[in-house]
């Protein structure tokens, strides 16, 4: 983009030099030829008004008293009828340039200079010329540069959007380009991505909601049902233990189903290095933190590898961090360990603040629940794509505020291509 940016500007400039240039240097050209003619007529109407008053006054001609007239290197040649030419000055030679002015009783005077420095003088000119329009060819190339930079930078920017975006990054970007059109793809990505997490929370949390009541109609059920099992009429006793037994498959039926949904929305996971990918992440949190007076320890020991998406990921730690940013106090740390249960990592968000209240710590993850005037999304939304990769996102401490998110590490298929492995129906 940026090279079809800069060539478009440059054969702009480029046509517009041609069609500017082409006819100023002509223009130039000619320009110095007609000075040069009108120089020498001026000079010879000059001789001949002299000449006139001497022929008029019956006065013999004599050029000595016109040689001021006369250029330097040039020739002057006076012509009357019936007498002889009389010349005064240095002859050009052939290649020369030369006017002619009337003069009374049918008599003309010639003034010629010799063409050689008449053309050096258009050369120079229409060097100049060529110099000016190249001049201005490589003023509109930085121009140019400088244009296309400031544009492709802000199209990157925006692709690059749109591509966290599709990987499950929604947080709004507040960058904007100062350029309409791309000024309003940003509003139209910062909607899309608003919308979209509504969408996934919504998603989520009724994907849980109708997990949470089947499982407890089905257990009510299976509890009623097992007491008939062992009833005294044969005919009761049978019908309830095939009753138990579809409730049974009910329930199985149910497993299967959430962990395929949850094996579709874990299709984009991959194994991700936890001391490259946190230090990426905190980076943009850096610079706001310091510029509260606020510092960011980042700690992930060497070869931690967990599970996930990308783009959840760096949302759900974003989240966290933009927490701490907005309800602690202190330093934030944000560091990776591996879980008490094998095949679980741990990443940790915390600040040296007040923590929080006893009585907002079981809501802190309900939807539209904020203790501190913000929208009530964002923790809920974290915990959801957290769920979404398979993970769990827990408040493990109060005082301080402590927020750990539980994560998968790699399965033996997810380092060796080929080596299959079961899938974990419910989350770590």
Known sequence: MRRRILLA????????????????????????????????????????????????????????????????????????????????????????????????????????????????????????????????????????????????????????????????????????????????????????????????????????????????????????????????????????????????RLAEALDELLAAARAASEESAEVVELPVALPEIAEEWMHQLRAEGRNLRVRAGDGLLVRATPGRLREVVGVLLDNARRHGAGTVTLAARRGDTEGTVVVDVSDTGAGVPDELAPHIFDRGFSGGGSTGVGLALARALAEADGGRLELSGKRPAVFSLFLRAPRPADLVPGVSWPAARTPR
């Open 9 to 248: 500007i440059l054969l702009a400039v480029a046509v517009t030099g041609a069609a500017l240039g082409i006819p100023l240097g002509i223009t130039a050209w000619t320009l110095v030829e007609t000075l040069a003619r009108d120089d020498l007529v001026a000079s010879g109407q000059r001789i001949a008004a002299t000449l006139d008053d001497d022929l008029a006054n019956g006065r013999p001609i004599v050029l000595e008293g016109v040689r001021a007239a006369v250029p330097s290197d040039g020739l002057l040649t006076v012509r009357q009828r019936g007498q002889a030419d009389l010349h005064y000055g240095v002859d050009p030679s052939t290649n020369a340039i030369a006017e002619t002015v009337p003069i009374a009783r049918e008599g003309t005077v010639t003034l010629a200079i010799p063409a050689g420095p008449l053309r050096a003088t258009q050369t120079q000119v229409t060097a100049g010329v060529v110099l000016l329009v190249l001049l201005s060819v490589g003023t509109g190339t930085v121009v140019a540069t400088v244009t296309a930079r400031r544009l492709a930078q802000p199209l990157r920017h925006v692709a690059e959007r749109a591509a966290r975006l599709g990987g499950g990054d929604f947080r709004p970007d507040p960058k904007r380009y100062r350029v309409g059109e791309l000024d309003m793809v940003a509003e139209a990505l910062d909607s899309s991505g608003t919308a979209l997490a509504q969408l996934v929370q919504r998603e989520r949390q009724l994907v849980g909601d109708v997990s949470h009541q089947l499982r407890s109609r089905l257990t009510a059920l299976q509890l009623r049902l097992e007491p008939l099992t062992g009833h005294e009429d044969p005919e009761v006793a049978e019908d309830a233990l095939a009753a138990q037994e579809q409730a049974d």
